[in-house]
């Protein structure tokens, strides 16, 4: 059953405001799609639809001007309909005028009810009786429409209008009652309530604590199973006691104590199972709710793509046309969810983009003929989520950037010499686009020229957590590329371990993660680096530039994650590496001001506070740090890296980060080791080459790590593969399943940093 939306505390105008902005969208896309129809008889339908609800909202709420303008709309839609007049592209213009004029009134009619824009709608009916008529029309409004003189003042109706949405307002035999216009917003709209922004925050807040406090009783569960294991032992040991006893001549009350003790044992024993039990299913239903809670929760900060981006295509439509340009845009991914601040946000980087793309990127018409493309060019916005990410793509078929000219445009500018510019690699030259100032534009326009729009969009982006990235494509167009979260709410951060403490860096800033040995470390000018990509990267311990207790003793390997700036690249050295975590973002205390290198806070899974890092902040701060050349060494003991013969050994997670330690934990013990990113990947590598060992995650798309497990121990070729399980699972259950589908071990990935790992593969296949 469906639940009736409550309207009793909206007013008429509310209601009449909520009504014309819905139709307008209507009437805004349909417009839009007449142009592109060559029979657009559901475009007429639906356009005569809005514009004669939009009329009877209007005859209720005695706007009379509204009336008489939506009515002419209407009249000219049902003319067209006919086949009596075609509405061509300067029509269209008067129509989307009228639509905004519209919306206008509604944005504004809640708190000014005596809004005037009589003299606008009196230019525009006149024009629209000229499209029916198809004759310059010089009579008076007045005259036109025999209606009292405007110069008269309105009625006040704010003092006229009832305040109970559910009251019938009676006009004439065309009026509609409040009643109707809430049918026509049940059909239109989803049911809507108003929830303030703090509120949502506070419910996110909430549902976040809920489900750490929910993940806290696995934990107890697990305990009293390891209770339970020691009360086993417990009555075993009374029992062996009560049988050497019973050897003895002892009294006849000890050995009846004895055995009382026995079954007293034994009875706690089933009433701490029975209760283990019941806690363990409680606990999984209590997980399991809070889960759904918490993901309903973070469902209402999201809306569809569509729903920010219905106003590009009118947009991109009105400035081709004042550039004398053919301009389509596509949108592909309209109803993908983003949170709601992300999705306003956004609105301003893509406008902006977008009108590059029409200003710069799509020729005119005479040049896309000469170029051998069709008249008409193509933009495209396509949103869609991956890999726990939001990725919105903008993608042109124009002129792209020759990059030779930008090339030259960066040594006119004095931002580099001419030597270092031909080196730079055309990602590189891109990232130029994105300085402050920055223009390859020869004239200053109203619509771009003056270098401030992609900057603005570049540091938007970075401000969300995101990264932007432009490719061009000379001849064929030009692609801007955003990454972000999908929520503000929570963010995919790594987690990792400074001087005893656990920080979160979220994944969007982090370039890659290394694990280094001493060897790796080279110095300059007494500053540590090592190359990545044939490229120097200077590190820096996390500690130092956190202001911590440096580390008592130094370890062979580094675990540094690589982070970078438009100039600069950094290897942040940190103690160790936690794993990737989705974290409930909690903003800190407005009375603590700016805390440096700090955006936010979080609960770990065991409610232990996190600090999540700022790294645009961090960032500047390793720069200070390192202009000062006071740099605390990471290299002060090296290792000669022994080199033996490989043994095959192949790593399946879908997580780049377990992976990649993983990875350089075996290589560096001489392994030779490939990677595969889910079950399907790892299953067709497997099968198509000569593996030692494979060692599985459980949970991966496609194909989980059970179901590897069970496709290699029942090949006939495969079978005697050993097979390492490493999970985050440590349960009992999840162990058995593992060796029943045949792993020869099972790991927790907490073992990565007490070398069980490697000594289960030495004890599977030997030292490398």
């Known amino acids: 059953m469906n639940k009736e939306l409550d309207f009793s505390n909206f007013s008429l105008l509310d209601l009449f405001s909520m009504e014309v902005k819905a139709q307008v969208a209507a009437i805004n896309n349909n417009l839009l799609?007449?142009?592109?129809?060559?029979?657009?008889?559901?475009?007429?339908?639906?356009?005569?639809?809005?514009?004669?609800?939009?009329?009877?909202?209007?005859?209720?709420?005695?706007?009379?001007?509204?009336?008489?303008?939506?009515?002419?709309?209407?009249?000219?839609f049902a003319a067209a309909q006919a086949g009596k007049i075609c509405l061509n592209p300067d029509a269209i213009d008067v129509f989307l005028r009228g639509a905004d004029i519209l919306l206008h009134i509604a944005e504004v009619c809640v708190t000014n009810p005596n809004?005037?824009?009589?003299?606008?709608?009196q230019s525009l009916i006149a024009e629209i009786i000229q499209i029916q008529s198809n004759e310059v029309v010089p009579l008076l409004y007045s005259q036109i429409l025999n209606i009292p003189d405007p110069s008269i003042t309105d009625i006040d109706l704010a003092t006229q209008l009832p305040l109970v949405a559910n009251q019938e307002v009676s006009q004439s035999s065309h009026s509609l009652s409040a009643s109707t216009v809430t049918e026509e917003l049940r059909t239109n709209h989803n049911s809507?309530?108003?929830?303030?922004?703090?509120?949502?925050?506070?419910?996110?807040?909430?549902?976040?604590?809920?489900?750490?406090?929910?993940?806290?009783l696995e934990p107890f569960a697990n305990s009293l199973l390891q209770l339970k294991g020691s009360q086993?032992?417990?009555?075993?040991?009374?029992?062996?006691?009560?049988?050497?006893?019973?050897?003895?001549?002892?009294?006849?009350?000890?050995?009846?104590?004895?055995?009382?003790?026995?079954?007293?044992?034994?009875?706690?024993?089933?009433?701490?199972?029975?209760?283990?039990?019941?806690?363990?299913?409680f606990s999984q239903r209590s997980v399991n709710l809070v889960d759904r809670l918490y993901r309903q929760v973070v469902t209402t900060r999201m809306c569809p793509f569509e729903e920010g981006g219905q106003g590009f295509p009118?947009?991109?439509?009105?400035?081709?046309?004042?550039?004398?340009?053919?301009?389509?845009?596509?949108?592909?991914?309209?109803s993908t969810l983003l949170d709601r601040d992300i999705l306003e946000r956004l609105e301003a980087p893509l406008t902006q983009i977008l009108r590059n793309a029409i200003d710069h990127g799509i020729e005119s018409p005479q040049e896309r003929l000469i170029a051998g493309k069709p008249e008409e060019g193509t933009i495209q916005i396509e949103v869609l989520h991956r890999a726990g990410m939001l990725f919105v793509t903008v993608s042109d078929d124009g002129r792209g950037?020759?990059?030779?000219?930008?090339?030259?445009?960066?040594?006119?500018?004095?931002?580099?010499?001419a030597e270092m510019a031909v080196q730079l690699s055309e990602v590189e030259l891109m990232e130029f686009l994105f300085l402050p100032?920055?223009?390859?534009?020869?004239?200053?326009?109203?619509?771009?020229?003056?270098?401030?729009?992609?900057?603005?969009?570049?540091?938007?982006?970075?401000?969300?957590?995101?990264?932007?990235?432009?490719?061009?494509?000379?001849?064929?167009?030009?692609?801007?590329?955003?990454?972000?979260?999908?929520t503000l709410s929570v963010i995919r951060t790594l987690l990792v371990e400074i001087a005893g403490e656990p920080y979160a860096f979220g994944l969007t800033h982090i370039e890659r993660v290394v694990v280094l040995s001493r060897s790796d470390i080279q110095l300059s000018e007494n500053q540590p680096f090592f190359m990545l990509n044939n490229q120097p990267v200077q590190l820096i311990s996390a500690r130092q530039v956190l202001e911590l207790p440096s580390p008592a003793a130094h370890c062979e390997w580094l675990s540094a994650i690589v982070l970078s700036d438009r100039q600069s690249i950094y290897g942040l050295v940190v103690d160790r590496f936690l794993g990737e975590r989705n974290l409930v973002v909690r903003p800190l205390n407005p009375r603590l001001g700016k805390v440096p290198n700090i955006s936010a806070a979080s609960l770990m899974d065991d409610g232990s506070p996190v600090l999540i890092v700022d790294?645009?902040?961090?960032?500047?701060?390793?720069?200070?740090?390192?202009?000062?050349?006071?740099?605390?060494?990471?290299?002060?003991?090296?290792?000669?890296?022994?080199?033996?013969?490989?043994?095959?050994?192949?790593v399946v997670d879908d997580s780049i980060t377990v992976r990649e330690m993983e990875r350089k934990l075996l290589e560096n013990k001489g392994y030779k080791v490939e990677v595969a990113v889910n079950g399907i990947d790892a299953w067709n590598t497997v099968r198509s080459g000569d593996y030692d060992l494979v060692v599985t995650d459980i949970d991966m798309p496609r194909m989980n790590g059970f179901e590897l497990t069970s496709q290699i121990k029942t090949h006939a070729n495969l079978k005697h593969t050993p097979v390492i399980i490493v999970s985050y699972k440590d349960r009992e259950e999840d162990r058995l399943q593992g060796l029943e589908v045949g792993a020869d071990y099972y790991l927790t990935k907490s073992h990565f940093h007490d070398n069980r790992l490697v000594q289960a593969v030495i004890d599977l296949i030997g030292e490398a």
Not at 46 to 68: E, F, P, T
Not at 243 to 256: P, T, Y
């Open 33 to 76: 799609a007449l142009e592109r129809n060559p029979q657009p008889k559901t475009e007429l339908a639906a356009l005569m639809r809005a514009a004669h609800s939009i009329k009877g909202a209007a005859r209720i709420v005695q706007m009379d001007n509204v009336v008489s303008l939506v009515h002419m709309m209407e009249d000219c």
């Open 115 to 121: 809004i005037d824009r009589e003299l606008q709608i």
């Open 192 to 216: 809507v309530m108003r929830v303030t922004t703090d509120n949502l925050n506070r419910l996110m807040a909430l549902a976040g604590e809920s489900l750490v406090e929910a993940n806290w």
């Open 232 to 281: 086993t032992e417990l009555s075993g040991l009374l029992e062996k006691l009560e049988v050497l006893l019973s050897q003895q001549d002892i009294n006849s009350h000890v050995r009846e104590i004895l055995s009382g003790a026995r079954q007293k044992a034994s009875e706690c024993r089933q009433i701490l199972g029975d209760r283990q039990n019941e806690l363990e299913l």
């Open 314 to 334: 009118r947009m991109v439509r009105d400035l081709a046309r004042q550039l004398g340009k053919q301009v389509k845009l596509e949108i592909i991914g309209k």
């Open 401 to 417: 950037i020759e990059p030779e000219i930008l090339r030259q445009e960066i040594v006119n500018k004095q931002l580099t010499n």
């Open 437 to 486: 100032g920055f223009s390859t534009a020869k004239s200053v326009t109203e619509i771009s020229g003056r270098g401030v729009g992609l900057d603005v969009a570049y540091s938007t982006v970075r401000q969300l957590g995101g990264i932007m990235r432009a490719v061009s494509s000379l001849g064929k167009g030009m692609t801007f590329s955003l990454q972000l979260p999908l």
């Open 615 to 650: 790294v645009e902040d961090l960032v500047r701060s390793i720069a200070k740090v390192l202009s000062t050349k006071q740099i605390n060494q990471v290299n002060q003991s090296h290792r000669q890296a022994i080199t033996t013969t490989f043994k095959r050994v192949l």
